[in-house]
């Protein structure tokens, strides 16, 4: 689904991915975790295509997408789900959902019906603004847009941020949900058992590289990796 294969992204003159590769497959959930500055954000930045690589490639099915703009690689099929929500201001619940509406037409495809089943407060909440909106209920929002495009990959970049515990709960089985629908999802996480629980596999950032791959059981029983790059005892 997703090949990233040594990639070396700046901003300005500061290195920042010092050659990340990683691999999802079709239907793979892949948790990336790090202690915050580190680089997992600027690794889906460099995805979509709003920081691109200066070296390095990234594969999206079999395709270069490396320095393709952002509008391209999204109307490819990745979704993105950014870090602090990003929700429309202007715009109420249900605008934001619909602006992002595409490719709703093929077999199984989210509509505003179906991100409603999943979402039903959304519903509720259609014709007040989007800031209006409580945390949980904005993340929600956030989900929802990103799954109007009917992506085939979605990069998630910390959804459980400043969410309450049962939040994040829900946060999880909508992960789970997603993946059981067959798509594909890298995971931007801090916390490690949200991302644990819900992820095939998981890569540890630190500086800009990746220092370790291991299964989300390998991770939660190995003290010294947690210690060292997540900041867990």
């Known amino acids: ?77 990745i979704g993105l789900i950014p870090q602090g929500r990003r929700i429309f201001p202007s715009l109420g619940v249900m605008e934001n959902l619909t602006v992002a509406a595409r490719n709703n037409t093929k077999p199984g495809a989210y509509n505003l019906d179906k991100v409603y089943e999943i979402f039903p407060i959304l519903k509720e909440r259609a014709k007040i603004k989007g800031t209006l909106l409580s945390g949980g209920e904005q993340q929600m929002l956030t989900i929802g847009r990103a799954l109007m495009t009917n992506p085939d990959l979605l990069l998630m970049d910390e959804p459980s941020e400043g969410l309450a515990p049962m939040l994040v ?49 390998e991770l939660i029983c190995n003290e010294e990796v947690k210690a060292k790059y997540l900041g867990v005892s």
Do not use: W
Not at 181 to 190: K, Y
Not at 191 to 212: P, Q, R
């Open 1 to 77: 689904m997703l090949e990233v294969n040594d990639i070396h992204t700046y901003y300005g003159e500061s290195h920042v991915l010092h050659g990340l590769s990683l691999q999802i497959k079709e239907g793979q959930v892949m948790a990336l975790l790090g202690r915050n500055g580190m680089g997992k954000t600027t690794t889906i930045r460099s995805i979509i295509g709003f920081v691109p690589p200066r070296q390095g490639s990234i594969v999206y099915k079999g395709a270069d997408i490396t320095h393709l703009p952002p509008h391209r690689i999204a109307n490819m099929g």
């Open 169 to 217: 709960k829900e946060i999880g089985e909508i992960i789970k949900a997603l993946r059981q629908h067959g798509i594909s999802i890298l995971l931007v996480e801090q916390n490690l058992n949200l991302a644990c629980e819900c992820s095939d596999f998981t890569c540890v950032i630190n500086k800009g590289v990746i220092v370790c791959q291991l299964t989300p059981d």
